[in-house]
């Protein structure tokens, strides 16, 4: 459920910057969709990255974008294949978003004799293009991962506590098994 959060928290933010940094502008969707049109069209320009990618005016833009991603979905997952899983969840995401774009921009697309193999493509372009996540992600996961090691308190050498009354426990009890006193608040 992690993976499914950060997938749909880094396209969101991924369309965002993909728009701003790429200058996409509102296509003619109808009327309630128009207000999330930089949602679709940015799922729309993420997944044609191969033909952004192309063009050197876009790269620079492109590459910032999916490394945005990558750094935005690493805390949703742990280092290895679960950072894989997070990277799915944004191309699947990416899929159907930009297929919802397309279908409000192409009306006959539903009813074309080769939607099938379309929408095939369709979802496999956008997984595809989702791993373009990965080579930030993992750098980044690790570095948590990292992070979190550090900020653990270190295994103590020996647990040992004394009571007044002279018993000697080889544990952190609450109450002194010998005359029933509080050993410590919790």
């Keep these: 459920m992690k993976n499914?959060?950060?997938?749909?928290?880094?396209?969101?933010?991924?369309t965002f910057v993909l728009v701003s940094l790429a200058g996409i502008t509102s296509p003619a969707y109808y009327w309630p969709y128009s207000t999330i049109w930089i949602i679709l069209s940015g799922s729309s320009g993420l997944i044609s990255t191969i033909n952004g990618i192309s063009d050197?005016?876009?790269?620079?833009g492109?590459?910032?974008t999916w490394?945005?991603?990558?750094?935005?979905?690493?805390?949703f997952s742990k280092k290895g294949w679960n950072t894989v899983r997070s990277a799915v969840w944004v191309g699947m995401i990416l899929g159907i978003?930009?297929?919802v774009s397309v279908l409000l921009l192409d009306?006959?697309?539903?009813?074309?004799?080769?939607?099938?193999?379309?929408?095939?493509?369709?979802?496999?372009?956008?997984?595809?293009?989702?791993?373009c996540a990965i080579p930030s992600a993992l750098p980044?996961?690790?570095v948590i991962d990292r992070i979190k090691k550090q900020a653990e308190m270190p295994i103590p050498e020996k647990i040992e506590t004394s009571c007044e009354c002279g018993a000697v426990f080889k544990s952190n009890?609450?109450?002194?098994?010998?005359?029933?006193?509080?050993?410590?608040?919790?």
């Design 107 to 131: 009306a006959d697309y539903w009813t074309s004799p080769t939607r099938n193999i379309d929408l095939v493509y369709h979802f496999v372009t956008s997984l595809s293009v989702s791993l």
């Design 62 to 64: 492109y590459i910032l």
């Design 67 to 75: 490394i945005i991603i990558g750094v935005v979905i690493s805390p």
């Design 173 to 186: 009890p609450l109450i002194c098994s010998e005359c029933g006193k509080q050993l410590r608040d919790d």
């Design 140 to 142: 980044t996961t690790l």
């Design 4 to 14: 499914l959060l950060g997938g749909l928290i880094g396209v969101l933010i991924g």
């Design 56 to 60: 050197p005016s876009l790269l620079l």
């Design 97 to 99: 978003l930009s297929l």
